[in-house]
């Protein structure tokens, strides 16, 4: 357990996830807090803390009618969602503030049509695709800089070094779109096969699209409080029983020297040191899946199976529900759309809360959940209170 | 599939994304100019650094200088694109994007293209050598292809 004062996921929300949805970011974030808040049985009254990746949260704390903050942070160069609820939790480790809001709002970016003729200049995910001052122009002249042509390397690599094949992968995304079909939140539903995976497109070979996750307009809330407090709400207590967030250098995950051992190593060491759970305590695993590829590699550092044997471990359906290990049971950020980890937080949640339906994991009493790869990356470990 | 070449560039089509030198990188695009592959490193630690930088990440020294390189260098991994993001490459794809180890420092990575070869030629671990690729009438740059001696030392 993490030093400090014992930490509580009370509350859960979803702005009107979707394409394009016309809505702005701050209606994104609005909706989002009030659905959090309902799910706890909170008001905005009882949030003292706050803290985003894609909002200010200072504009967000005013438009929300937050007073007085007693704690903030804002996160720019950050592994997305892990960032703000990692931060949320040790300020009310600390004490810091009592019930933080740990915000992930996006804008869909532009199509990659779009982005050809130039659009995107202006959008926090794709502004450095044209640019080439700085270390991008190392990265833009040589026609790369999108992430998908590292995850292609990343995945690549893997391959390569251990022998996977894109059939493995393909078993992965069949999987997801296997628990997807039983989310009602999920975009994408209708199954998937093998064959469906394997003759998608490339967007980066070996990467397909179906190995993406799906761009969308989204505003996600988490709110974190101590045990004490949650013990007085309404939803059932899930704790906080480790967590970490780490970076292993810049953020060029083109010139990584290891692109096989990244930074999800380095978080699952600090995630197991802070519990004397191990990985076989864990019910049910929600990995960050922003490529395929991340997934591959969150199993094998947090010690489910070992080094390589990702591909296997996936191909034998031990993530699938009712295998050893349900990996991603809300779909994943493939299906239910880019919201950048925060999802996984809260089908871990839900799941451990008894809450996730035709997809719900028998008896799940411990829950792990993961953002990013590369050259950072953050995660926690979550328990039945 | 075929890689990317100069020979059929004019100067007509979209125009490349252009590099912005600055003071810390200009030796890199000069020694381009001159036809030399050309690494940051530092004078007093002897670590090389790329991407260049004002200071030296292992001693924080200030005392750094661009150094030609053998040009040499192993494969480390590589990803076909063909999913193009700016408009110069929408007419040039597939390519292929790699990342290749320099021979000068155990974990000095270098991403560019290779080039002159296909995809089925490619092996990690494979030696591989800087070749200069006049993309367009204003961009050079530096891919890299299968050594032609075989990586002999």
Same mark, same amino acid.
């Given at each position: 357990?993490?030093? +400090?004062?014992?930490?509580?996921v009370?509350?859960?929300?979803?702005?009107?996830?979707?394409?394009?949805?016309?809505?702005?970011?701050? @209606?994104?974030?609005?909706?989002?807090?009030?659905?959090?808040?309902?799910?706890?049985?909170? !008001?905005?009254?009882?949030?003292?803390?706050?803290?985003? %990746?894609?909002?200010?949260?200072?504009?967000?704390?005013?438009?929300?009618?937050?007073?007085? %903050?007693?704690?903030?942070?804002?996160?720019?160069?950050?592994?997305?969602?892990?960032?703000?609820? !990692?931060?949320?939790?040790?300020?009310?480790?600390?004490?810091?503030?009592?019930?933080?809001?740990?915000?992930?709002?996006?804008?869909?970016?532009?199509?990659?049509?779009?982005?050809?003729?130039?659009?995107?200049?202006?959008?926090?995910?794709?502004?450095?695709?044209?640019?080439?001052?700085?270390?991008?122009?190392?990265?833009v002249?040589?026609?790369?800089?999108?992430?998908?042509?590292?995850?292609?390397?990343?995945?690549?690599?893997?391959i390569?070094?251990?022998?996977?094949?894109?059939?493995?992968?393909?078993?992965?995304?069949?999987?997801?779109?296997?628990?997807?079909?039983?989310?009602?939140?999920?975009?994408?539903?209708?199954p998937?096969?093998?064959?469906?995976?394997?003759?998608?497109?490339?967007?980066?070979?070996?990467?397909?699209?179906?190995d993406?996750?799906?761009?969308?307009?989204?505003?996600?809330?988490?709110?974190?409080?101590t =045990?004490?407090?949650?013990?007085?709400?309404?939803?059932? #207590?899930?704790?906080?029983?480790?967590?970490?967030?780490?970076?292993?250098?810049?953020?060029?995950? =083109? %010139?990584?020297? @290891?692109?096989?051992?990244?930074?999800?190593?380095?978080?699952?060491?600090?995630?197991?040191e802070g519990?004397?759970?191990?990985?076989?305590? #864990?019910d049910?695993?929600?990995?960050?899946?922003?490529?395929?590829?991340?997934?591959?590699?969150?199993?094998?550092?947090?010690?489910?199976?070992?080094?390589?044997?990702?591909?296997?471990?996936?191909?034998?359906?031990?993530?699938?529900?009712? +295998?050893?290990?349900?990996?991603?049971? @809300?779909?994943?950020?493939?299906?239910?759309?880019?919201?950048?980890?925060?999802?996984?937080?809260?089908?871990?949640?839900?799941?451990?809360?008894?809450?996730?339906?035709?997809?719900?994991?028998?008896?799940?009493?411990?829950?792990?959940?993961?953002?990013?790869?590369?050259?950072?990356?953050?995660?926690?470990?979550?328990?039945?209170? | 599939?075929?890689t990317?070449?100069?020979?059929?560039?004019?100067?007509?089509?979209?125009?490349?994304p252009?590099?912005? &030198?600055?003071?810390?990188?200009?030796?890199?695009?000069?020694?381009?100019?001159?036809?030399?592959?050309?690494?940051?490193?530092?004078?007093?630690?002897?670590?090389?650094?790329?991407?260049?930088?004002?200071?030296?990440?292992?001693?924080?020294? *200030?005392?750094? /200088?661009?150094?030609?390189?053998?040009?040499?260098?192993?494969?480390?991994?590589?990803?076909?694109?063909?999913?193009?993001?700016?408009?110069?490459?929408? *007419?040039?794809? &597939?390519?292929?994007?790699?990342?290749?180890?320099? *021979?000068?420092?155990?974990?000095?990575?270098?991403?560019?293209?290779?080039?002159?070869?296909?995809?089925?030629?490619?092996?990690?671990?494979?030696?591989?050598?800087?070749?200069?690729?006049?993309?367009?009438?204003e961009?050079?740059? &530096?891919?890299?292809?299968? /050594?032609?001696?075989?990586?002999?030392?």
């Open positions: 357990m993490s030093a +400090g004062r014992r930490v509580a009370v509350g859960c929300g979803y702005s009107h996830v979707g394409r394009n949805t016309g809505l702005s970011i701050d @209606d994104h974030m609005i909706q989002a807090t009030k659905a959090a808040l309902a799910d706890a049985g909170l !008001t905005v009254a009882d949030i003292d803390g706050i803290t985003s %990746v894609g909002t200010e949260p200072l504009n967000d704390a005013w438009l929300l009618g937050i007073e007085p %903050v007693n704690w903030w942070a804002t996160g720019m160069m950050a592994p997305a969602f892990s960032y703000s609820a !990692t931060q949320a939790i040790a300020a009310v480790a600390s004490g810091f503030c009592d019930t933080a809001l740990a915000l992930r709002v996006i804008g869909q970016q532009p199509s990659s049509s779009a982005l050809v003729k130039g659009a995107g200049a202006n959008h926090p995910m794709t502004s450095m695709l044209h640019r080439a001052a700085g270390d991008r122009q190392f990265i002249p040589f026609g790369a800089g999108s992430p998908v042509q590292w995850a292609g390397m990343f995945t690549n690599r893997y390569q070094q251990y022998g996977a094949t894109e059939e493995d992968f393909g078993h992965h995304v069949v999987t997801q779109r296997y628990h997807a079909s039983m989310n009602d939140d999920a975009i994408f539903r209708e998937l096969t093998l064959d469906d995976y394997l003759a998608a497109r490339y967007v980066s070979k070996p990467l397909r699209i179906l993406c996750d799906y761009p969308v307009d989204s505003g996600s809330a988490v709110i974190f409080t =045990e004490e407090r949650a013990r007085d709400l309404a939803q059932p #207590v899930v704790l906080v029983e480790s967590y970490a967030l780490n970076a292993i250098r810049d953020l060029h995950f =083109e %010139v990584m020297s @290891d692109m096989v051992h990244t930074a999800p190593v380095q978080t699952a060491k600090k995630l197991w519990t004397e759970l191990t990985p076989a305590d #864990v049910t695993a929600q990995l960050y899946d922003g490529f395929s590829i991340i997934v591959f590699q969150w199993l094998e550092a947090l010690g489910f199976c070992g080094e390589g044997e990702a591909a296997a471990f996936v191909r034998e359906g031990n993530t699938r529900l009712g +295998g050893s290990l349900p990996v991603n049971t @809300d779909g994943g950020a493939c299906n239910v759309g880019r919201r950048h980890g925060a999802n996984f937080c809260i089908e871990s949640t839900r799941q451990l809360r008894g809450q996730s339906g035709e997809r719900q994991v028998d008896g799940a009493e411990v829950a792990v959940w993961t953002n990013a790869v590369g050259p950072f990356s953050a995660g926690a470990i979550l328990t039945k209170g | 599939m075929t990317t070449t100069a020979s059929d560039d004019t100067a007509e089509g979209p125009l490349p252009l590099p912005q &030198p600055d003071p810390v990188t200009q030796f890199f695009w000069d020694g381009i100019a001159a036809g030399e592959l050309r690494i940051q490193r530092c004078q007093n630690c002897g670590h090389y650094l790329h991407y260049p930088k004002v200071l030296c990440r292992y001693c924080q020294s *200030d005392d750094l /200088a661009g150094e030609r390189v053998s040009g040499r260098a192993t494969l480390y991994t590589w990803t076909i694109a063909v999913q193009p993001f700016h408009p110069f490459y929408v *007419d040039r794809i &597939p390519y292929i994007v790699a990342t290749v180890e320099l *021979d000068e420092e155990p974990g000095l990575m270098f991403m560019t293209q290779m080039t002159d070869c296909t995809e089925e030629d490619l092996r990690i671990g494979m030696p591989v050598e800087v070749t200069f690729v006049d993309l367009h009438p961009l050079t740059l &530096p891919f890299f292809r299968p /050594a032609r001696d075989g990586g002999a030392k």
